[in-house]
């Protein structure tokens, strides 16, 4: 037996109102790698984020995934994140009145205990995020994504994660939106978070641009609810240059 | 517990009963023989009584509202309720005085701990009576008057003679006319000019026993260039059958003054709170309500503002929390009666099970008053689709330099809010009332943090259970 996966995905497949999404998708992440799942949109690309972090409105209706050999599927969203998935927003939703600071507190301690909340590491690790991420202190008094800009939810999703220091972070088309130094200053963030530790990442993009600041270890490419391929950091390149019909007709 | 006591009780955490060892205890019923008697009970000067006997027959020819809600206004038994039950024969100023059971329920409610950690002054009223009552010394030196309003009216005759009924009086509803005729204990409080109470008072009313009528009567005096926050807090055990709290408080700013008055309602989910409140600001003076009403089965409460004097402010903080069973039926009235006056109404409410909250408020501004300015904004809340509700804003503008500002807005909790909190880590429950706390932040803020903590904590626990 070797070393236990971080993530396995087996056969899954997942509908939302009864018309199925994803048919059947294999993925293993092993601890410390960083993965990229690339696809053009409908591809089911945020199905699959959703679904790892267990949104309420996907049936899951075959297959398997695990999370440090614990079944995740018996989870429901907050536990899966207090087991350690993290997934950064497409769209992060406005809270109206909870403060950011006061939001951070709260999540650290609900993810990590209370005393991950309450240490000097949380301050410290708080004041280089937000230094990293260009974020101001009068961050913290303002009501979670309530009239941030696009670029700013992205960044305190970052933020976040960070915070929460995941096993296993899911961003979700997190470079969409962004300009080149937005994608930049995230894309160290994600370094930062998980680059020789032995947690992961899955980045889910449509466009290579973050992929050139964060080397995934794998590229998959997500057509149609399934993984028609997979390769390293030089097939996110061979789709920028080359778009996915070739990958689509490999795949027929 | 019985099976529909316990189902009444929920999770409301301070719905206990104590024993009922009253002293003195009035039967049912109202009658003027009633009202006589509680007047000579307490030994009043003539005047008093002859105003409790005319509010009294004005009560009883006024016909009930017919707004709100009248349904469960008709559904009120006056035949049913205790005017007047005395549980112990002092007010204390020790609490070891006190007699045990009344300050074990004190004791559970944190009056004492919340006293010696930041207030400047406590009363503790018991059904009818103040049972406890201290000022920290520093004040009573600076001449500030404190008092259950009982004491005030025997000690300060002149002052309560002058202002008992100034702001709200009798014949202003069938309320304020129940209030006067049969009213017993509250607060009396005077602040002579240019002092400032820096830590708040505060007033905790407790009903202990079945069917009790509450009718405590609350006059403060700020006087020139004083200022004063003034706190109170109610809660009453759960029972099946109803109880009545009707207060009334009257509020006089005179210049340049500054009265905040808050309030964190937790009655019983039995207990009718019909309340008038009202307050008069002279030239530069400025009142605040800051009013959440969590608890009780029907509420109509309208905290008022008469802006007499010129640069005169309002503001009425509210919010409203309506359960299975409850109408919240809440709002504001200011009047604007002289130049450059300003107000701001701010209105939150929730409504969750097929609970009811209202927003009804009215604003008026006299022709002869220049330059005056008016904001409101009501929020409503909605978690779930068998609740309601509704906004019934009425604005009388009578002089066109009048800026007037007015928003509205409804919104429903998403799913999708819901699962960004949950993928946080925060249960179900706990992502809700993440949301519905942030939905009364600009309130809680506005409260001392002891108070914004226990509020936040009871809007926690009215969430639990509620995600199917």
Known sequence: MGEVALLEINGLQTSIDDTEILHGINLKIMPGEIHAVMGRNGSGKSTTANVLMGHPDYEVTGGTIHLDGKDLLEMEAHERARSGIFLSFQYPQAVPGLQVGNFLRRSVAAVRGEEAAKGAEFRSTLKEGMNRLDLDRSFLSRYVNDGFSGGEKKRFEILQMMLLKPRLAILDETDSGLDIDGIRTVAEGIDAAIRGTTSGALIITHYNRILEHVKPDYVHVLINGCIVKSGGPELASELEERGYDWVESDAE | MTDEARSAVGDYKVGWHDPENATIRFDFGLSEQVVRDISALKNEPEWMTEIRVKAFHHFENRPMPTWGNMHLLEEIDFDKVCYYLRSSDATEKNWDDVPEDIRNTFDRLGIPEAEQKWLSGVTAQYESEAVYHSIREDLEEQGVIFLDMDSGLREYEGIVKEYFGSVVPYTDNKFSALNTAVWSGGSFIYVPSGVHVEMPVQAYFRINAKNMGQFERTLIIADEGS??????????????????????????????????????????????????????????????????????????????????????????????????????????????????????????????????????????????????????????????????????????????????????????????????????????????????NGFFEPFTRELPMEYAVELNQLMALEMEGSIG
Not at chain 2, 260 to 267: A, C, E, G, I, L
Not at chain 2, 301 to 323: F, M, N, Q, R
Not at chain 2, 382 to 387: A, F, K, N, P, V
Request: hydrophobic share 35%.
């Open chain 2, 227 to 436: 200022s004063i926050h003034y706190v109170e807090g109610c809660t009453a055990p759960t029972y099946s059958t109803d109880s009545l709290h009707s207060a009334v408080v009257e509020l006089i700013a005179l210049p340049g003054a500054h009265i905040r008055y808050s309030t964190v309602q937790n009655w019983s989910n039995n207990v009718y709170n019909l309340v008038t409140k009202r307050g008069v600001a002279y030239d530069n003076a400025t009142i605040e309500w800051v009013d959440g009403n969590i608890g009780s089965k029907l509420t109509m409460k309208y905290p008022a503002v008469i802006l007499k004097g010129e640069g005169a402010h309002a503001e009425v903080i509210s919010v409203a929390y309506s359960g299975e069973g409850q109408h919240q039926d809440a709002g504001a009235k200011i009047h604007h009666l002289a130049s450059n006056t300003t107000s701001k109404i701010l209105s939150k409410s929730i409504s969750k099970d097929g609970g009811r909250g209202s927003y009804r408020g009215m604003v008026t501004v006299s022709p002869k008053a220049e330059n005056c300015k008016v904001n409101v904004v009501c929020d409503a809340l909605l978690l779930d689709e068998d609740s309601r509700s509704d906004t019934y804003p009425t604005m009388e503008v009578g002089n066109s330099g009048a800026r007037c500002e007015h928003e509205a807005s409804v919104s429903k909790v998403s799913d999708d809010q819901l699962f960004y909190l949950m993928s946080r880590g925060h249960t179900e429950e706990e992502a809700l009332a993440l949301i519905v």
